[in-house]
């Protein structure tokens, strides 16, 4: 016992935790009879507390058919039973073919004369298995039992038979508690695991788990186990010191919550500001390139610029100063405001450089915390101090800080360079210019100045906005955030501004998203048509008509490239960085780039038809790109893909890819009618012939819902697509039985999730905005208004203080979760607005 004491704290630190154990024997004393046992109640809650923590899981693996299981526990909360040694679970229960079915009312019917022939043997019939326990049998009988038992066992040699204390049980599925604790680690995305037993068939749980778990025997005799108590009183007593230092240890990683953070931005990057005015991500030049600012993924050891007051008295608040991406912070004892310099109407034409602007105004000592940390924290620099300034010298270009007035302290930390200061406070602000692409310290255009010129370059693009009647402020919000995304040289629009922000939380769920996916920047530029502007539509469209004069062939076009229009190169992961909340790896470059995704075509031509049908002029080189999306469809929408969702699994036909590849073929004919003056006959064929097999293999009869691919039978929320694009009637019965499936198994707590199917990763994902929003659009479509009405209320609610959203959002805990600010959830909130907007104020 004080041997497995001395492993609890590692256990508690651990970023996700799995904690499993058998009933009977662990949590329970062993008893006459199933029937008898009665769970120790202290052991109990203290696992189904362990469960209802954040980034930890509870498990029960028991031989006992799941019903008799779920008797003993008058509350479960999140705690998960699997009975059957891990074939049953809730929801989980694969029916037994004819062949199982005969063999398993065999083994019962003799198992029931041998207990006639042998009194005290009890019989214990399962939905997969007989299980005879012989505690009771007469000691002299037992020898001739037991024959009669492993006779028994001779005549079914396709059944497997599983020794047990004072039981055998005959199973006919392939079923042990090793493959579901194997399945429970891979889906919980556990690094460490402990699994509790005593029994002979823990044995393959123990088996199962690796050298930095822990494997718990309970009792005597010979074990795999690396640690061994006597009873379940131990164990109640090692369950309760366990949820104790785990709550101490979640209490400690101290992390601002993902959706709290601001941005700045001037069309070339996006830094990400705390609520305490901390410049916590910051990747420079581009929003691709290396960070020199890395807090937000491993603490101030990585990198940060940050403000804030010596004693503060209360909580910063934070908030943008008007239509604008000029960001204010205040305390009673200080106000920050912060800015890129956009005040020379186009900033990105400034080749190679940005300018930060911090302007503090000190009413109580202020003190400044300045570390950049090069090329993700790999590259050493110095710092040097400057008259009026600091320099960052031994960097590939010119950095500095002018900050005249300030006295600055250098020193040098194991991190890095560390420069400090404390500023008294004064009646004029102090203003801090971070200068990146030049060494001057001298002094620049007047803050004023550059601060309106920058206000209006926001704000007067905002205004040209035609916002609707629902939720304007939050559109606008929406709107300005994905301009900030767009890397205005060239036309990009980032999927998002950070890497490895994970779902989950503590998880290996971690990606790199600044870059551009062909498919995520369309769908962005045609939400921003819906408001009006056709600018960003078109520059995304000159964008990918030159990146179509460098790919070998259009049907070839890769599924992410960088804001540049180049190819991805390989995925890396970053070791020496923790990741935010201990969730690593933290990767740059995204593998995904490597897949082939056949959805690719449909958002292009749609978009070029989207423009075409606003009345914007279509160039010969969009019509080009039109043909060329539709004539790569015809060439390749038979094959299988690896589906919007990037599963890192073999290739797939995904009913969402197909229906993009119809949408593809059908409005590239409607562009050629608008461009030429008639469609084009054979892609309409086609289009149809695409949808009508697709409407064939993607509907499962039994699922009552069209389904993740084709000929499958699991349910994914991208095929609400098929309505959002036209594909089919949304009041088609087949899709609003769809909408109700997806409502039932994959709707928690208002947010829809992508799947539960196995995509090959590990960990468990939370809602996915962009999911949600198409569930409320569908709702739209089909009348259900009200609801639709009431699931967008709850959408609003996930924004952050700022108005801005991250990719997930985790129902159970209350968390943001995933890349930030994600591009797809802020087109989700503002085709929501649109939709909802037009449906008359007396609809039901």
Same mark, same amino acid.
């Given at each position: 016992?004080?041997?497995?004491?001395?492993? $609890?704290?590692?256990?508690?630190?651990?970023?996700?935790?799995?904690?499993?154990?058998?009933?009977?024997?662990?949590?329970?004393?062993?008893?006459?009879?199933?029937?008898?046992?009665?769970?120790?109640?202290?052991?109990?809650?203290?696992?189904?507390?362990?469960?209802?923590?954040?980034?930890?899981?509870?498990?029960?693996?028991?031989?006992?058919?799941?019903?008799?299981?779920?008797?003993?526990?008058?509350?479960?909360?999140?705690?998960?039973?699997?009975?059957?040694?891990?074939? /049953?679970?809730?929801?989980?229960?694969?029916?037994?073919?004819?062949?199982?079915?005969?063999?398993?009312?065999?083994? @019962?019917? #003799?198992? +029931?004369?041998?207990?006639?022939?042998?009194?005290?043997?009890?019989?214990?019939?399962?939905?997969?298995?007989?299980?005879?326990?012989?505690?009771?049998?007469?000691?002299?009988?037992?020898?001739?039992?037991?024959?009669?038992?492993?006779?028994?066992?001779?005549?079914?040699?396709?059944?497997?038979?599983?020794?047990?204390?004072?039981?055998?049980?005959?199973?006919?599925?392939?079923?042990?508690?090793?493959?579901?604790?194997?399945?429970?680690?891979?889906?919980?995305?556990?690094?460490?695991?402990?699994?509790?037993?005593?029994?002979?068939?823990?044995?393959?749980?123990?088996?199962?788990?690796?050298?930095?778990?822990?494997?718990?025997?309970?009792?005597?005799?010979?074990?795999?186990?690396?640690?061994?108590?006597?009873?379940?009183?131990?164990?109640?007593?090692?369950?309760?010191?366990?949820?104790?230092?785990? +709550?101490?240890?979640?209490?400690?990683?101290?992390?601002?919550?993902?959706?709290?953070?601001? @941005?700045?931005?001037? #069309?070339?990057?996006?830094?990400?500001?705390?609520?305490?005015?901390?410049?916590?991500?910051?990747?420079?030049?581009?929003?691709?390139?290396?960070?020199?600012?890395?807090?937000?993924?491993?603490?101030?050891?990585?990198?940060?610029?940050?403000?804030?007051?010596?004693?503060?008295?209360a909580p910063a608040r934070q908030s943008y100063v008007g239509d604008s991406l000029i960001l204010r912070t205040s305390w009673p004892?200080?106000?920050?405001?912060?800015?890129?310099?956009?005040?020379?109407?186009?900033?990105?034409?400034?080749?190679?450089?940005?300018?930060?602007?911090?302007?503090?105004?000190?009413?109580?000592?202020?003190?400044?915390?300045?570390?950049? +940390?090069?090329?993700?924290?790999?590259?050493?620099?110095?710092?040097?101090?400057?008259?009026?300034?600091?320099?960052?010298?031994?960097?590939?270009?010119?950095?500095?800080?002018?900050?005249?007035?300030?006295?600055?302290?250098?020193?040098?930390?194991?991190?890095?360079?560390?420069?400090?200061?404390?500023?008294?406070?004064?009646?004029?602000?102090?203003?801090?210019?971070?200068?990146?692409?030049?060494?001057?310290? +001298?002094?620049?255009?007047?803050?004023?100045?550059?601060?309106?010129?920058?206000?209006?370059?926001?704000?007067?693009?905002?205004?040209?906005?035609?916002?609707?009647?629902?939720?304007?402020?939050?559109?606008?919000?929406?709107?300005?955030?994905?301009?900030?995304?767009?890397?205005?040289?060239?036309?990009? @629009?980032?999927?998002?501004?950070?890497?490895?922000?994970?779902?989950?939380?503590?998880?290996?769920?971690?990606?790199?998203?600044?870059?551009?996916?062909?498919?995520?920047?369309?769908?962005?530029?045609?939400?921003?048509?819906?408001?009006?502007?056709?600018?960003?539509?078109?520059?995304?469209?000159?964008?990918?008509?030159?990146?179509?004069?460098?790919?070998?062939?259009? /049907?070839?076009?890769?599924?992410?490239?960088?804001?540049?229009?180049?190819?991805?190169?390989?995925?890396?992961?970053?070791?020496? $960085?923790?990741?935010?909340?201990?969730?690593?790896?933290?990767?740059?470059?995204?593998?995904?780039?490597?897949?082939? #995704?056949?959805?690719?075509?449909?958002?292009?031509?749609?978009?070029?038809?989207?423009?075409?049908?606003?009345?914007?002029?279509?160039?010969?080189?969009?019509?080009?790109?039109?043909?060329?999306?539709?004539?790569?469809?015809?060439?390749?929408?038979?094959?299988?893909?690896?589906?919007?969702?990037?599963?890192?699994?073999?290739?797939?036909?995904?009913?969402?890819?197909?229906?993009?590849?119809?949408?593809?073929?059908?409005?590239?004919?409607?562009?050629?009618?608008?461009?030429?003056?008639?469609?084009?006959?054979?892609?309409?064929?086609?289009?149809?012939?695409?949808?009508?097999?697709?409407?064939?293999?993607?509907?499962?009869?039994?699922?009552?819902?069209?389904?993740?691919?084709?000929?499958?039978?699991?349910?994914?929320?991208?095929?609400?697509?098929?309505?959002?694009?036209?594909?089919?009637?949304?009041?088609?019965?087949?899709? $609003?039985?769809?909408?109700?499936?997806?409502?039932?198994?994959?709707?928690?707590?208002?947010?829809?999730?992508?799947?539960?199917?196995?995509?090959?990763?590990?960990?468990?994902?939370?809602?996915?905005?962009?999911?949600?929003?198409?569930?409320?659009?569908?709702?739209?479509?089909?009348?259900?208004?009200?609801?639709?009405?009431?699931?967008?209320?709850?959408?609003?609610?996930?924004?952050?203080?700022?108005?801005?959203?991250a990719e997930q959002w985790d129902p159970v805990h209350g968390i943001a979760m995933g890349n930030f600010p994600q591009a797809y959830s802020h087109v989700g909130l503002i085709n929501?607005?649109?939709?909802?907007? #037009?449906?008359?104020?007396?609809?039901?």
């Amino acid at each position: 016992m004080i041997e497995l004491q001395s492993l $609890i704290p590692a256990l508690a630190a651990s970023p996700v935790l799995l904690v499993a154990s058998d009933f009977d024997g662990t949590l329970a004393e062993l008893a006459e009879t199933p029937d008898a046992a009665a769970a120790n109640m202290i052991a109990v809650n203290a696992l189904i507390d362990l469960a209802e923590l954040p980034q930890t899981f509870g498990a029960i693996v028991s031989g006992r058919a799941l019903a008799d299981l779920a008797l003993k526990f008058p509350r479960l909360g999140r705690l998960k039973l699997f009975g059957s040694h891990g074939s /049953e679970s809730s929801g989980r229960a694969p029916p037994l073919s004819p062949e199982q079915e005969r063999a398993l009312l065999t083994l @019962i019917a #003799q198992a +029931r004369a041998l207990a006639e022939r042998y009194p005290g043997t009890l019989v214990e019939s399962k939905p997969y298995s007989v299980a005879l326990h012989y505690r009771s049998v007469d000691r002299s009988q037992l020898p001739r039992l037991l024959q009669a038992i492993q006779a028994l066992g001779q005549r079914f040699p396709s059944v497997r038979q599983m020794p047990g204390i004072e039981l055998a049980e005959f199973i006919v599925v392939d079923a042990d508690k090793g493959d579901c604790v194997k399945w429970l680690r891979l889906h919980c995305g556990a690094q460490k695991t402990v699994f509790i037993g005593d029994d002979f068939t823990d044995e393959n749980a123990f088996a199962a788990l690796g050298p930095g778990d822990v494997c718990v025997k309970v009792g005597h005799g010979d074990s795999a186990a690396n640690l061994r108590v006597d009873s379940p009183t131990q164990v109640a007593i090692f369950l309760e010191e366990l949820l104790t230092a785990r +709550r101490a240890a979640l209490a400690a990683r101290v992390a601002v919550p993902i959706q709290r953070h601001a @941005i700045l931005a001037d #069309q070339r990057t996006v830094a990400l500001v705390s609520p305490d005015a901390g410049i916590d991500w910051l990747c420079l030049p581009r929003l691709d390139s290396p960070a020199a600012f890395g807090a937000l993924l491993g603490g101030d050891s990585q990198g940060t610029f940050r403000v804030s007051p010596v004693q503060p008295s209360a909580p910063a608040r934070q908030s943008y100063v008007g239509d604008s991406l000029i960001l204010r912070t205040s305390w009673p004892e200080a106000d920050v405001t912060d800015y890129f310099d956009c005040g020379e109407g186009r900033p990105f034409q400034r080749a190679g450089r940005t300018d930060l602007i911090r302007v503090i105004a000190v009413r109580s000592p202020v003190k400044l915390v300045f570390s950049p +940390r090069m090329d993700y924290a790999r590259s050493s620099v110095t710092l040097v101090e400057r008259d009026h300034g600091l320099e960052v010298l031994d960097w590939v270009d010119p950095l500095s800080l002018f900050s005249p007035d300030v006295e600055w302290k250098l020193e040098t930390t194991p991190a890095g360079p560390l420069a400090t200061a404390t500023l008294p406070a004064r009646e004029r602000p102090y203003v801090l210019e971070l200068r990146y692409g030049i060494a001057s310290f +001298r002094p620049g255009t007047e803050e004023s100045v550059r601060r309106t010129r920058t206000a209006t370059y926001w704000s007067a693009w905002a205004a040209s906005l035609r916002l609707p009647s629902v939720a304007p402020e939050a559109v606008k919000r929406s709107a300005l955030t994905l301009r900030a995304l767009m890397y205005g040289p060239s036309g990009a @629009i980032a999927a998002a501004a950070t890497t490895s922000l994970p779902a989950p939380i503590g998880g290996e769920r971690n990606w790199d998203y600044r870059y551009c996916w062909p498919r995520d920047a369309c769908l962005a530029s045609q939400a921003l048509l819906r408001l009006g502007n056709t600018g960003m539509p078109m520059k995304m469209l000159d964008w990918l008509c030159a990146l179509l004069d460098q790919v070998a062939s259009p /049907e070839r076009l890769r599924p992410i490239y960088s804001l540049s229009g180049r190819e991805l190169g390989s995925e890396a992961t970053l070791p020496h $960085i923790p990741g935010y909340l201990s969730s690593a790896p933290v990767r740059i470059g995204n593998a995904a780039a490597h897949q082939v #995704q056949l959805d690719v075509f449909g958002p292009i031509v749609d978009t070029v038809a989207k423009v075409a049908e606003s009345g914007a002029p279509v160039t010969p080189e969009y019509w080009r790109l039109a043909e060329a999306m539709a004539e790569a469809v015809v060439q390749r929408w038979a094959e299988p893909d690896h589906g919007i969702w990037e599963v890192r699994t073999s290739k797939r036909f995904h009913t969402h890819s197909r229906v993009m590849c119809w949408l593809a073929l059908h409005r590239a004919s409607t562009v050629a009618e608008l461009v030429l003056g008639s469609r084009r006959a054979a892609w309409d064929e086609l289009a149809e012939k695409v949808r009508q097999e697709t409407l064939a293999r993607a509907w499962n009869a039994e699922r009552r819902a069209f389904v993740a691919h084709l000929d499958g039978t699991e349910l994914d929320a991208a095929v609400l697509a098929m309505a959002l694009f036209g594909f089919i009637d949304p009041h088609d019965e087949r899709f $609003i039985a769809t909408v109700s499936a997806i409502q039932r198994d994959l709707v928690e707590g208002q947010v829809v999730k992508r799947y539960l199917y196995d995509d090959g990763l590990p960990g468990v994902e939370g809602g996915f905005l962009l999911c949600t929003a198409w569930l409320i659009e569908c709702l739209a479509l089909m009348g259900k208004h009200e609801s639709a009405r009431a699931m967008f209320e709850t959408y609003l609610s996930l924004q952050g203080p700022t108005g801005l959203m991250a990719e997930q959002w985790d129902p159970v805990h209350g968390i943001a979760m995933g890349n930030f600010p994600q591009a797809y959830s802020h087109v989700g909130l503002i085709n929501c607005a649109c939709a909802l907007a #037009q449906i008359p104020a007396n609809a039901g």
